[in-house]
């Protein structure tokens, strides 16, 4: 996207509340004992200046995420989806989506679920010895018992969800546990995160020389015997890689972590920020605290004509410049995630990454390794996509950045 481009909004995270009732020993959230409730006048401000701009897509997808959106009641949902839904021009169509540690599901939520169409992930790192890991409580108790009957609450109420699963040293070595644990549970549409370092959370793992061979070697097994067992029907890394790969000829690939707005993130105090929800509540030297303005008190345009203008945009549009002068996988992820070069390599101008590595280098290779043995000729390519592509009926996460968890 070019400095003049008109944005093309497509993903809102709205952060409901920066509280969560856990504290994961990963987490980077800066502010999560904060109880501060977004206003619904700020709700309403922010999309009566979204549909008013005209650079609404003609499917958006909001994500109540940033904090543990449970933590907020569910009338405060249905008020402000009613709201959101008076002012929806009819040519965008509003999906909603929670990513929630699913503690705190019960019936009605599910009723809300079920209401509002609401796509569902829930942040679950396996079972109990590996989740209880590092997803505790804030008394420092594991939380596996209720983040597992808020998933089963989901199932007895038919609400459609993901999970969504953090990968550590310990879970990288199991790819067959896991797969085994969550077919026992019922759990067909399945996404992974590598543990990673973000904001004030450094992550050893990252570090490690081994750690792309050993990715590599846990999503092979983890996909192959996904594929055999007949029972996966979403698993992320492959399925969002695929389109990417064998999108028609000339159609370039879309990252809305390098575009102005088209990853539109609000604070709930109507802080705003682009390209990546992680930076809200950040600060560094030289872009300040990434913010672009306040909802609130700036137009959309305004915030727009700030972005382009910054420092932090002229530092990511280089990067990705960098990027399609160097990588061979440019073509597939169209300059990786600007987070991750200025978390891992410090500067945003920069290149390759471990979480580029993983999320783009590795699943790109395992596709072509499998399209390798089936002979690269149009049959083969379609008998691939067919293998490793089960469609995916509603709730599914193809939407979402893959970082959120």
């Known amino acids: 996207m070019t400095m003049t481009a008109t944005p093309e909004i497509g993903m809102v995270v709205v952060q409901p509340t920066a509280f969560c009732n856990i504290a ?4 980077y959230l800066p502010d999560r004992s904060n109880k501060h409730v977004i206003a619904q006048s700020t709700v309403t401000r922010l999309f009566e200046q979204i549909f008013a701009s005209g650079w609404a897509c003609s499917e958006i997808t909001v994500i109540w995420h940033a904090g543990e959106p449970l933590v907020v009641p569910v009338s405060f949902y249905r008020e402000a989806f009613a709201t959101i839904e008076r002012m929806r021009p009819s040519t965008v169509h ?8 699913g503690t705190l599901i019960d019936a009605d939520w599910c009723a809300l679920f079920r209401d509002w169409n609401v796509g569902v992930g829930v942040s679950l790192d396996g079972p109990r010895e590996l989740h209880d890991l590092h997803r505790k409580s804030r008394s420092g108790k594991g939380t596996f018992d209720k983040t597992i009957a808020g998933i089963r609450c989901l199932r007895e109420n038919d609400v459609p ?3 969504i699963s953090v990968l550590s040293h310990a879970s990288l070595d199991q790819p067959e546990e896991l797969l085994d644990f969550y077919l026992s549970e019922g759990i067909d549409q399945i996404c992974f995160n590598v543990e990673e370092s973000e904001g004030d959370h450094v992550s050893s793992l990252f570090h490690g020389p081994e750690l792309r061979r050993r990715y590599a070697a846990f999503l092979r097994t983890f996909w192959h015997r996904a594929r ?3 029972r996966v029907r979403f698993l992320r890394e492959i399925d969002l890689a695929l389109p990417r790969m064998f999108r028609p000829e000339g159609v370039p690939v879309r990252n809305i972590q390098t575009e102005p707005l088209a990853m539109l993130n609000v604070d709930s105090h109507g802080n705003v920020s682009s390209f990546s929800p992680e930076l809200l509540g950040l600060k560094n030297a030289d872009y300040g605290d990434y913010l672009l303005g306040n909802i609130n008190f ?4 305004e915030i727009r004509d700030t972005c382009v203008a910054s420092p932090l945009y002229r530092d990511i549009t280089a990067g990705v410049e960098a990027c399609s002068r160097s990588c061979e996988y440019f073509s597939v992820c169209g300059g990786g995630a600007p987070v991750n070069k200025l978390f891992e390599n410090g500067s945003l101008t920069g290149t390759v990454t ?16 499998a399209y390798d043995r089936l002979g690269r000729s149009p049959a083969a390519l379609a008998s691939a ?11 599914s996460p193809a939407a979402e950045p893959s970082r959120i968890s």
């Open 385 to 395: 996509e067919a293998a490793v592509s089960l469609p995916v009926p509603g709730g």
């Open 354 to 369: 471990s979480y580029c590595t993983l999320t783009q280098m590795v699943p790109t290779d395992l596709i072509l390794e």
């Open 24 to 27: 994961c020993t990963y987490c």
């Open 161 to 163: 969800f993901h999970v």
């Open 228 to 230: 055999q067992s007949g």
């Open 94 to 101: 509003v999906r909603h989506s929670f990513q929630t540690n």
């Open 298 to 301: 700036q137009t959309l345009q």
